[in-house]
């Protein structure tokens, strides 16, 4: 190689010489993660597998291979295909993949995400002209609620919204 100017061209760098090697261990080329995903969503996780003589991907979950099912499908490229995450199916899953060289492992981690529960609501108490409501904290689905929407209206008028922190656990109206 050499290294050319308006002026001239360089001397050349010293001679360089490498030979190929058809021996190379599994790798896999995809990065564990955990995943938040909203239950009833199709999700594909990658396990993207090298090497030669090229590796085979295996998915395991809950110390057991992962085989035909109704809610996976191993894809001709050895990713895993669920067609609808439930709440069932969170957890661990791990793609290895092995050849005659070397093997290698990558973990997900799935978090199946559902819409929070209603809080159980109760009235503490009601004047002529107002009334005081409570909830208890509901479950929340897997991630942290991020408010409550009270919605209600007095007879012959209109609907009315009420947007509330998440750290509120009662409201009075009126």
């Known amino acids: 190689m050499t290294a050319s100017t308006s002026v001239g061209e360089g001397e050349p ?3 360089v010489t490498q030979t190929t ?5 599994a790798r896999i080329a995809s990065f564990s993660q ?7 969503t199709g999700l594909t996780l990658e396990c993207l597998a090298v090497g030669n003589p090229t590796p085979r991907a295996r998915w395991i979950t809950r110390d057991r291979p992962v ?6 499908e191993v894809t001709n490229e050895g990713h895993l295909k669920i067609h609808s ?3 069932s199916l969170s957890g661990n ?29 109760s009235v503490q108490f009601a004047t002529s002209d107002s009334i005081k409501l409570k909830w208890e904290v509901p ?5 942290a609620i991020l408010g409550y929407i009270i919605s209600y209206r ?6 009315n919204r009420i947007e509330l922190t998440p750290d509120q656990t009662s409201y009075t109206i009126g």
């Open 13 to 15: 760098t010293s001679l």
């Open 93 to 121: 899953y791990t793609c290895s993949a092995k050849n005659l060289f070397g093997e290698d492992e990558v973990y997900y981690t799935v978090l199946a995400l559902k819409p929070p529960n209603p809080p159980p609501l």
């Open 67 to 72: 085989t035909f099912s109704p809610f996976y």
């Open 154 to 159: 007095i007879t012959g008028e209109t609907w």
């Open 139 to 143: 479950e929340n689905g897997g991630i």
């Open 85 to 87: 995450v439930e709440p």
């Open 21 to 25: 090697n058809t021996r190379a261990p």
């Open 34 to 40: 955990t995943i938040r995903v909203p239950v009833g």
